[in-house]
């Protein structure tokens, strides 16, 4: 089956500007989870959605939000881009019983 | 919070030498625990995992053994292939429902040469 599809592979934004990444879950899964990694940081927790609704949390600023579509579709968009908002952003999903499966990633470089 | 610590890389081997990399947690209850591995240039896949003390997770010949009274989740294997070469994440969840997200450690990079 398919995996989680994440567009567009690679993302240039300039400072100040807005941008939305989007991931498909794999068929079935309910779950869509998004995590940041950065060098520094490593891998952080930003959100997860579950039936459309934001069942999780992470401690990252208003800036980044999300939604879930009725077909699971996620999207996240992140405004008013900083340049610490570089990074790799990796959509995960899940039907809660195999664990988590990840996305190859959008890589998003502010300028 | 929960807490995932492993060890700094980078960690250099010849082929056919053994690896560990050590994975130790701090967590309430009982958690999952799951190692990752990351390709240059793609995202993170499931390497193998373990939902309850004594459980062993194993895959394409890497094994990791969770234990409790240690808290801790080391993988190994027993003779690393160039292939091998990756970054290796330890990782936890609190749940074994899949609905708590995942606190990852910071990554060992191994470099496996011929």
């Known amino acids: 089956k398919a995996g989680v599809t994440q567009t567009p592979r690679y993302l240039i934004k300039t400072r100040g500007q807005q941008v939305t990444l989007s991931c498909s879950p794999i068929?079935?899964?309910?779950?869509v989870s998004w995590y940041q990694q950065t060098p520094g940081q490593g891998l952080q927790f930003l959100f997860e959605y579950f039936s459309e609704t934001q069942r999780n949390k992470g401690n990252f600023p208003g800036r980044f939000s999300g939604r879930q579509f009725s077909n699971s579709r996620s999207e996240m968009n992140v405004s008013t881009l900083e340049l610490g908002d570089s990074a790799l952003y990796l959509c995960?999903?899940?039907?809660?019983?195999?664990?988590?499966?990840f996305g190859s990633g959008t890589r998003l470089t502010v300028v | 919070g929960d807490s995932v610590t492993q060890m700094e890389g980078p960690v250099t081997l010849s082929e056919e030498a053994f690896l560990t990399i050590n994975c130790t947690y701090t967590?309430?209850?009982?958690?999952?625990l799951f190692w990752y591995v990351q390709y240059p240039g793609e995202g993170l896949q499931l390497l193998l995992k373990?939902?309850?003390?004594?459980d062993k997770g194993s895959n394409k010949g890497f094994e990791a053994t969770y234990r409790k009274e240690t808290t801790s989740f080391h993988l190994e294997k027993g003779s690393v292939q160039v292939s091998d070469s990756a970054v290796y994440f330890c990782?936890?969840?609190?749940?074994?429902?899949?609905?708590?997200?995942?606190?990852f450690g910071k990554g060992t990079r191994l470099s496996v040469i011929a």
């Open positions: 373990a939902t309850k003390a004594d």
């Open positions: 967590a309430t209850g009982y958690p999952s």
């Open positions: 990782a936890l969840s609190a749940s074994n429902s899949g609905n708590t997200p995942l606190v």
């Open positions: 995960a999903s899940s039907s809660g019983r195999d664990g988590y499966t």
């Open positions: 068929s079935g899964h309910r779950s």
